[in-house]
């Protein structure tokens, strides 16, 4: 059972088609960092996305979705999905999200009377999955109309875009699309006779790539753009820097709630259930190096040591070094301790952090893999060479063999453990959907002026808003500021509550 | 053995002269929050800030160290102390600070050679302890000459400013120096012939405040001020707007190190350490209730809930609150818990956060403590009323008594606990002391032009430094970039690492 | 999809053929108390025990291994496993559980030569899963001659069977057995032509009480019996009682090793698999109830707590629930907070611990599950009423749905979420095999008269072997006692070195 | 300031008068290991029990107590002690530790109506301190009569010893007793005409051992001794062993409560306080080793990683070795640290467990502690040697400096760390001095033959009770048992609920 190698994993990312944006990409890390997570889920497109991905799939014929004539229950067929039949199973997930998404059912209910996306026509391209279709169905609530894609070929729930699709969404997406799909399936959710965008969602860049090139006139009419993902940000920047950015665009990846939450409480969960699916590990006294120590390895450090794990991290920025040396965890070089660790794990953003020198000296049985961003942070092309054998032993699992019989156990072939290996929780897409509603709100309603043609920040106290419309999920109840008190403090009683440089 | 009511406790701040400057103090906290620490001990003057405080003084005469005739065994006479006698005993707490000061030793060695301070000539005002005077000598050592004097009528530890006068640094202060004192030393410090002071380094902002009124020609060619407080930068910051500062200013409380550690971790380790002083309290199983979730309460509740008590927050900000709920701890209103609780403790840096009928609600030995700013937090105004009987158990710990024979107990009267009844270990110091060092440094060397008259953050790249000082602490071993890896991240292989805006 | 009510699962245990064990069986809970983990392997014979169990299965034939002719490479027959050309693969999964077992690889290292089983002849009846087969292996290796057979109808790795019998050990199992089926392949086992087996290794006591029915005669010249569930032990210490045990039998139930790890450290990790595997919860903020403070108890709250969940636990015992308070968990009883809590999980081994009328004041979205013994905790049998519906929404997950349209999530239909829904690490399991083969040893080698008709403990002595056979696998380096130590604490350089009450 | 090498640090045992006593003391280690921690109470007679011990001793005459004439406000001069006058003040301190005691009020007034003491005629031997006070007062409220002295010659707090002699119980004790003054106190206390005491509580066996030397005849009437110490127990299983204890006797330090919650959890603060008051440490990064891993190393190891300390252990004993691996801490042997570490604690019960080869070879600034028993864990004499200087810089805490400057900083001379430099919590004393009163009640109210002339454990449904006295202060709400339930578990509904084998 060898592992084949050198075949290619489909691709990673969507092409552009000219040297300029391929340039605007290659130079993306520069200002990326490791605050990434988002942008990771857009690049990883050959990872299965979800478990729930595929429930009822497996009898599925062979058709492409292009070439099949469906009709939903309404009698329209301005949609292209798996198979519209699925409709009714997507319908119950999209149900069970619902039930961890009650900030956005909230907002539902707040905002539905006046309607504040009356008039306003999303195309929209993210992920499609039970969540994104409960963020969808309260845009309509509110009064939009929605035409929506997958910015990912790997990742959309069919049985969800059929949901959609039957109750009047226009979806152009499903599992498996090749890369020509993709950008049909972008064009057809575009190109419309009749209806023209005036608002962009995005996850990745791709669609407003495509816009840009294709469609360049809808900008003129555009309130604005809300872009999710670290490349996407980059991308409006490089724009905006350029002066050729023509429209608003709110960054909604460096919103305080989705930094903190998507990075620090996601990958503490996350890192466990990844680990523990693919290698029913024992975490209990296990030697563990976590390489970086920004939020994401903050919250994989946090939760391995809270399950006796014994945990030190390597570090380039002496600041975040000293955080972790008053948080109880000893900084140290990789090379100095890599003989003897169990778990090697990579959160740095960076390339090459554990470089094939490295694989070659850890112990037998050593587990490596990566929370960071990309495929890039260890060293796995350096692993595809004759003298090294790949046995999967699980999906998502090989051992690679050492001449003399070592292995070591590599997840998700580099690529990040917590898609490809676990879940995320609802709670967390929440929270990041709720801040796309409402950045998309917000662009859309401003006055006239209020936003020029450059990338925004959501104002903070927007951030408080979402952040307040979870806090019921939890039974939390806030403290209301008196008049004295607010005055004393120089705060308005509503928010917003910190300055700007506050860091949480 | 009932607590006498109504007398004054001493002044609890300098007060000017003129109505502007009360207006400005009186302002202060509409920009302050939270991040008060320094400030606070800046106001807190009552409190007896060090245990190390009063090793020798017992048997000492009353007489005024003003009416004393003192000369160093080097003949000088231009100081101003309790007892030059007690050097010996003073050289030896400032050697055993040195132990923890690793950093500010190592940036004498490393800059010694060079000598940046030279020509230096820097007057300041702060605490005067052993932490102070490892300050100061290392930056006699690195060229400076230096003057200084108390910015606390209660902190200053009597033997250590005698082994500062002993080597010849002119130095005025003493403990429970009087009002007049504290002005006469300030002007002492200021005011000498032959030497005008070019630098100066501020706590509390009474030197910057004196020189301001007294002495306005000294910022004609002083290359700028260094401030470590929250109070003492607002007043900078309300000079800067109202066009009346002078000299560049360099706001070291707005540092990630200060803010991070002094403040996290800091709080973290004292909020233990004073409540077990003062009350012997078990922690575990007790129910607490921490006001407040920034970076005070953040360290309160990691380190009680990690002792087995089960803690609650409150707070008015959605965002900390939601971080609250995620780190464990449930988020409620005072009141409805007020009757449950074993321990209350503020951490707002607002105003009667708990009020009066609060306090008549608490239940029989419940703990009150602030650990927030000044001592405002708790309305203990309200408890110096007739019908409550105060009995003083021990130090920094009074019982009030209801007429139902309800006790409440309170703690160093509602002022800060950490500074009344634990001490600041020597290495959260050290990090100050070390900003406050590299600031002059910078400052002192900045090319014309660099800084203008504003005030300004440490440059990233210095809080970098300061933090790297202190890896060596605890032996921890930073990874350097390859230069490959520094250019696929944009990044210099020597820093900064971080965006101004990251959160750490 | 709504769930089939009233289908039976299957048998939950052999049924025994008459009253007399019967009702040795109905009192078993009497003294059992919340110490059943292994005993609960026993009974909840229709749980998927282990993820790894049918890799192959998929396509295979629907004809019973009783009606197959095989033959393993070596020309024997005297097997019946499912497919023996499986063996391959077993045969990998076999070495892969060694890497997580190197303590049996080195007892096999250290008694190789001396062949402490030389002569022993045993018959094995327990799960057959990888973990199973190291052992084995390993007592093959130590020169016993082995015949195995399945404690558990569903639990059997067929592969690793396979693997086995390829190898000559003549192996009996299969997943998927009748009842019928069961006891033939126990009977294959025992009775089989010159060969008599002489030491017994059972979980459940299946296999004892066939032979004690059927074969009484192996006891005259048996050396013993080790037993590993609650049931089987509770079972023994009956017929010690009734002066019916006619050889020495070894609790292995009962020693600290496998008490203290099975069940705290076990539990620990499994809570939090368990759950994530089933519902993709996020744990912080979660509010949980923990019912029963024992070793389960602890585990589970420990690793809640740990991950930011808001943990509060009932007893009944005060001992365990002034333990609890220590700890930091609120002690309440479940009436009081039922109807606030999201997760819901019982570890106390008694039953309607979870009553219809608090499953009815639960709110929409909280999840019940057992981490207790049996599937008795929760009275599940009350929700199979017409007036609820169940939805099945994942393998091992029911929606059961009330009139108003409130959702239980219940897993696992109450049965043990840690052995339906996650999977034990190979680490645990070495450490209970490892207590099996030195307890076979122990009996095997013991000197006439050292243990006599009854049941016993494993010596001390033994349990700290077996502790510090798996010390390698954490690098850890004990400290040896020196002459002058060892006779100052009165005890043997080699242990033991703890008194039998010792509580750890 | 250098300390004195070579004085005398008092007694740190009353030396018995014969060789046998003697020897029967000095085998007394063989046993006991490391649960010791009372016994180490009585056997440190130099520390300083209580912070609390001197409030208004400083202006004392020097008169002895022996000597002088003092009468309470009842007329009766039947007691001893410092200064009658100082009863109010000590009152208060009596007051104020029955506010943490609640379980002993709760007792007298369930117990009050039936007096079960009545008739109870009781000596003591204890620490006299305001919780000792509590339990005594409670004695007297329940119906006994109480004649009191000390068991230490340091930890008698003169103030509550006055209270107790105004309310007219006889008390023959004060601080700082000569070792005549102690047995003089001793027998006045036994020896007083017309009253013979039937019942002892002794708290390190001196009084039960003057009472067999000197009134033998008193063990004729009596109805038992409940003694507390390690040291005490060890003697009386010897008298048993020997044929020589001729009344029953009550183990009260072997009791569940007492060893879980005197150990782990009141270590688990103490080593904290015990660190902080003394070195003023931030426990944020330090390297610690604690050696011993026990109940008392738990509770250091807890409390020290929590705090962000990276902490790693020594063990003999390779089951609490794999607990410690299990619980996230390496497993190291002292030797291979020794030169990293910024902190060493010994928890073993052993002696040289820290040697000079090892004091040699620590860091610069290492801190040495002892948490276990006695003051044999460090190799404290090896260090009084001509080449190494001793600095005292703080009460308890030295200095030691070898000739090229290295400090170590040596803690309490290597005594007990706890009971030297911090506080014990009133709670934790709280269920000690039940556990006493119940036994006291037991023994005299036990039908005739219940108990014969040996050593007995505090019946675990007792040990129960006490911890369910002291489920009130947490609010807790213990679960009763249906009578199904309680049917199926074979368990009486108020328990015992645990075998007595049981673990916790």
């Known amino acids: 059972m060898a592992h084949k190698h050198g075949h290619g994993h489909g691709r990673e990312r969507i092409q552009f088609a000219n040297a300029e944006d391929k340039q605007e990409f290659s130079k993306y890390p520069t200002k990326a960092g490791r605050r990434s997570l988002s942008r990771s889920i857009s690049q990883s497109s050959t990872d299965s996305y979800s478990s729930a991905a595929s429930y009822t799939d497996s009898s599925d014929d062979e058709t492409s979705p292009r070439d099949k004539a469906q009709v939903n229950t309404h009698g329209s067929s301005d949609f292209c999905v798996k198979n519209i039949k699925q409709a009714e199973f997507g319908r119950r997930e999209i149900e069970i999200a619902e039930q961890d998404m009650s900030a956005l059912i909230s907002l539902r209910k707040r905002a539905q ?78 190109n419309t006779e009749g209806w023209q965008a005036n608002m962009i969602l995005d996850d990745g860049g791709d669609l407003t790539h495509w816009v840009y090139k294709k469609y360049p006139s809808v900008f003129k009419k555009a309130r604005g753009i809300v872009e999710e993902s670290v490349t996407g940000v980059h991308r409006l920047y490089q724009l905006s820097k350029a002066g050729k950015l023509c429209v608003p665009a709110m960054n909604v990846n460096d919103s305080v709630t989705k930094q903190k939450f998507d990075n620090l409480y996601c990958c503490r969960e996350s890192i466990l259930d990844g680990l523990k699916r693919t290698t029913d590990i024992m975490f209990g006294g296990k030697q563990v190096v976590v390489c970086g120590y920004g939020e994401v390895g903050k919250g994989c450090c946090t939760a391995l040591k809270a399950l006796g794990a014994i945990v030190c991290i390597t570090e380039i920025d002496p600041i975040c070094a000293l955080q972790a040396c008053m948080d109880g965890f000893r900084v140290v070089k990789l090379s100095e301790v890599i003989r003897q660790m169990d778990v090697v794990i990579t959160c740095t953003g960076n390339k090459n952090v554990v470089t094939r020198e490295q694989l070659d000296r850890m112990k037998n049985g050593c587990i490596v893999c990566n929370m960071g961003h990309s495929n890039t942070e260890i060293d796995v092309a350096s692993l595809r060479s004759p003298e090294l054998t790949w046995e999967r032993v699980r999906s998502q699992v090989d051992h690679i063999i050492w001449p003399d019989g070592k292995r070591v156990v590599l997840l998700a072939e580099g690529r990040l453990l917590n898609l490809s290996c676990s879940t995320v929780p609802t709670f967390v897409l929440s929270i990041t959907a709720t801040t796309q509603a409402l950045a998309l709100i917000e662009l859309f309603n401003a006055p006239e002026g209020r936003y020029k043609q450059d990338v925004y920040l959501l104002p903070k106290k927007m951030d408080e808003y979402v952040a307040s419309l979870h806090l019921p999920n939890f039974d939390a109840h806030l403290t209301e500021l008196t008049d004295e008190q607010a005055k004393y403090m120089g705060l308005n009683k509503n928010g917003p509550f910190k300055p700007n440089y506050y860091r949480y």
């Open 113 to 190: 009377g006046e309607k504040p996306l009356a008039g306003a026509k999303i195309v929209g391209c993210t992920h499609i999955t039970a969540q994104t279709a409960v963020l969808i169905e309260t845009l309509v609530a509110l009064g939009a109309q929605c035409r929506w894609t997958a910015c990912n070929i790997y990742s959309t729930q069919n049985e969800v875009a059929a949901a959609l699709a039957e109750t009047g969404v226009p979806v152009f997406a499903w599992k498996g699309e090749s890369e020509d799909d993709f950008w049909w399936c972008i064009d057809r959710c575009v």
